[in-house]
C-alpha cells in the first residue's frame, strides 16, 4: 500500500507570507501521481495541484506550487502570498494503479 | 463541472442494522472511490471501483462491502453497523488513471 506522511503540526502562517508543506510518500508502482488537495472548515475537499511521477517541470497553479524531489521521494506544497481565506486542512496523496492514498494533513492557520 | 452526489449528508443509524451510502457522479467517471475520514487519521481508502461489476479492497474494507451495477452509481454497505464506524464518509470519482479526484460533500454517519 502507498503511505504518506505528513508529520507538521498546526502551523500559523502571517497573511501575505509564503507557507511550505511538507509530504513524503512512498510507493513502488513506477508511475504514479500526486496531489494536494484542501479542506476548508466547510468540509468539502477541493482538488489543488497535481504532480505526475514522469513530469520534468514541477507544478504550478496561480499561488500554489508543487516542489518535486523524486530521489527523495518528496513532494512539498508552497503557497504564496497567503490569504485568510488559506486557513484550512491540506492533504497530500499519491496514486498508482487507480488508487489514491492520503497523508494525516496539515492544519494552516493565516492570521491577518 | 464534474458533480458527485451522496444522497444523505447526516445520517444516524443503530448498532447491528444495514446501513447503505449511495454516490452518484455525472461524467462517466470510470472509477469510484470510498473513503472514511477520521480527525488525526486523514483521509482512509476503503474500497474502489474501475469499471462496472468490479471493486477492489482498499486499506480499510472489513466490515463494509460496495457494490457498482451501474457506472455512475456506487454504493457503500455496512452490513451490521458498528460504533466504531462513526466517521465521515467521502465518496470520489475520477475519470482515468492517476488524475484528480472529485468529491462529494460527505456522509456523517453517526451509529449509536
Known amino acids: 500500500a502507498q503511505k504518506i506522511t505528513q508529520t507538521q503540526p498546526g502551523m500559523f502562517v502571517q497573511e501575505k507570507e509564503a507557507v511550505t508543506l511538507d509530504c513524503t510518500y512512498d510507493?513502488?508502482?513506477?508511475?504514479?501521481?500526486l496531489f494536494w488537495y484542501k479542506q476548508p472548515s466547510s468540509g468539502e475537499m477541493i482538488f489543488l495541484i497535481y504532480?505526475?511521477?514522469?513530469?520534468?517541470q514541477n507544478a504550478t497553479e496561480g499561488r500554489y506550487s508543487l516542489n518535486f524531489q523524486k530521489a527523495r521521494k518528496s513532494a512539498n506544497l508552497v503557497i504564496s502570498a497567503s490569504q485568510l481565506g488559506d486557513s484550512a486542512m491540506y492533504f497530500c496523496?499519491?496514486?498508482?494503479?487507480?488508487?489514491?492514498?492520503f497523508g494525516k494533513g496539515n492544519q494552516v492557520v493565516v492570521i491577518p | 463541472d464534474v458533480k458527485v452526489t451522496q444522497s444523505s449528508r447526516y445520517l444516524v443509524k443503530r448498532t447491528g442494522e444495514k446501513v447503505f451510502l449511495e454516490c452518484v457522479q455525472d461524467?462517466?467517471?470510470?472509477?469510484m472511490f470510498w473513503y472514511r475520514q477520521d480527525p488525526g487519521l486523514g483521509l482512509r481508502l476503503i474500497y474502489f471501483?474501475?469499471?462496472?461489476?468490479?471493486?477492489e479492497k482498499g486499506d480499510i474494507p472489513e466490515g463494509y462491502s460496495v457494490s457498482r451495477e451501474k457506472k455512475e452509481r456506487f454504493s457503500l454497505i455496512l452490513e451490521s453497523a458498528s460504533t466504531n464506524q462513526t466517521s465521515m464518509y467521502l465518496c470520489?470519482?475520477?475519470?482515468?488513471?492517476?488524475?484528480?479526484?472529485?468529491f462529494g460533500n460527505g456522509t456523517r454517519l453517526t451509529v449509536t
Open positions: 470520489a470519482s475520477s475519470g482515468s488513471y492517476n488524475s484528480p479526484l472529485h
Open positions: 510507493t513502488s508502482d513506477p508511475s504514479y501521481g
Open positions: 504532480q505526475g511521477s514522469y513530469d520534468q
Open positions: 496523496g499519491s496514486g498508482g494503479n487507480n488508487r489514491l492514498a
Open positions: 461524467m462517466d467517471h470510470e472509477n
Open positions: 471501483s474501475y469499471d462496472v461489476k468490479m471493486k
